[in-house]
């Protein structure tokens, strides 16, 4: 199998993930013009997760244009990712509906543990296609790869670090989710204009 | 990347957030054959709504169509227009629900803040693009960049106007948005022949 | 735009709208055993549109294979034609909840409506593309676009008998729906081996 | 049609289904915290739907690889073979919901229905493209072909199996199902990495 197959199958996942988190923002019940005021923190996980979402996107495929063939492992390391990728609507509706009520520890950690088996399953799926250059094209460049490896490393530690926030402050937790995402928006809008 | 990468996600999200537009269609209580009759709002609608995403799509194409290359800052643009894209059917959803009753006002001004934003971020998107041909093909027509320029332009404005109507009239408002779909199909019919 | 853009919204669409007719068939209350067996016209009726909708697919792409450009009228027609299928999983979810009770007779129409016009669509879309030879490949068989235009005629009319049977018995519509869709499988069953 | 458009197709559902299996994971009434722990089977009926969707996406490629061309009758049974994966949502909700409960052997049942049809369509499919290498490629290696024969044939008695076991006992089944998908996974983590 190439990689385009598992890139459509991906691309499908990543997008539909994205999309199904508009249904976890639902009507208030009240009047509708004071109760969509009170439901921001549902716009705002909702633009989290979909910007999430959207810069994990862009890194699979900076991933995918790296490597040449796909083997059967891979698929499935990738599959397992998937699994963790289409799991991130289902927190992000845990922390918009409690972040301010009783639930918000249990909502934030749901939230931190996902993101950080994502950004685990991200790493082995790079290690593995990247060790020894096992799935890479001949062509790669060994800075790239190199730089790549180094700049997707600290992801599982900064989602720890925001997971385990949550046991101080939920808050707090949800503060920094927030923030790794504006993060990446950020460098994107100071540098993303130069790769 | 190629732009078809970004075109295989774009084409997800716009076709998934046109079909969950159904899920807003829901059956009505009391008896069946009336109650069809009765929620005509959901009907108009979805179909209104189909339109514009169906039409925002068939642009972004034209776009996509213009540009030889992406860099990461314009996936990023890119993400948070279909953000948006994705966000529409839930004001859409407020907008059936809520049109001949008393949260119309705020389902119509939250149906026309997410068009404004979706065209806003449609131009910023494309000025990105094009602006002293950062990311299009070389071989780009300078008048069909410069006709592009123009006739996005105005869609801002328009639907600012159609979102600013709600503070007098939400039905007005409704009608307008409505009329924006009905007119770009209309031009398309007497136009679209030609292109 | 060349008509492989347009083909991977349309099968975005179909796919999306066939997959979400599962959302239709819901846990039964009362004891699981039986509930699951009193629930049957829900899968005939997931199974009808699944088969419809795949069915009406596989001819969309007959379409496409035999055209070598799209005008902007044509991806309107074709985003109006979408709208309609991604329709179908309300008037399924109508039928299967209503068949054996007050609201057949509606559910039967709203069912059939949609169908025949999505059975008109297809053909505006077609004729639009084939008269005069407008769209389609320069090397279009005659007799292949002549085949098409014939075999696809009688469908509005198929499924406007089987709508107006609705009048005088709801479940006789019912049954010719699935009649419709069970001879296309044998139809494919008994020469499809040979396209 | 080539294979191509099926693929585009078929990937479309595998993902949306898949994805759509988050739906079925809700949450809890009660305290948070202890609420998320108590819905595990949730959570591992996702993780077994979602990983055994994916290795059958990976074998259904591995069929489309082999083949040079399809015809309409393979076209509908791949339909019908994608409306048993578009439904395995539902039993997968079913699974979770009363694993530990009175509906247990009904819901034990129904997913295995599913899955031994999904098997078996899965080797007619297979059966009908290659028998007399009637939709194979010319240079389709007869050693790989009789491998993937072979490799497909015990899957409909393997779930067929774990189906009958729900008769004897439900949570037997469910670990039958849990176990084939790990041992899909335990198979390509041993020999998946030489394909």
Chains 1, 2, 3, 4 share one sequence.
Do not use: C
């Amino acid at each position: 199998m190439t990689p385009n197959r598992l890139e459509a199958f991906s691309d499908g996942v990543f997008a539909i993930a994205a999309t199904l988190l508009i249904l976890n923002v639902v009507e208030p019940s009240g009047p509708l013009g004071q109760g969509l005021l009170h439901i921001w923190p549902s716009y705002v996980a909702y633009a989290v997760s979909f910007v999430t979402i959207g810069v994990i996107w862009i890194n699979h495929h900076l991933v995918v244009a790296q490597i040449a063939k796909v083997d059967r492992l891979f698929l499935l390391v990738n599959v397992v990712f998937l699994m963790l990728i289409a799991f991130i609507p289902f927190p992000t509706h845990l922390l918009a509906e409690h972040l301010l009520s009783n639930g918000a520890q249990a909502a934030a950690l749901s939230y931190g543990i996902t993101l950080t088996g994502t950004a685990i399953m991200f790493n082995v799926m790079w290690q593995y296609a990247s060790h020894g250059g096992r799935l890479l094209r001949e062509n790669a460049n060994p800075r790239v790869v190199r730089g790549i490896t180094l700049s997707y490393l600290p992801g599982p530690f900064i989602y720890l670090i925001a997971t385990v926030a949550a046991l101080v402050s939920p808050q707090l937790s949800a503060v920094l989710y927030a923030g790794i995402a504006l993060f990446y928006v950020l460098e994107s809008s100071l540098f993303g204009g130069r790769a």
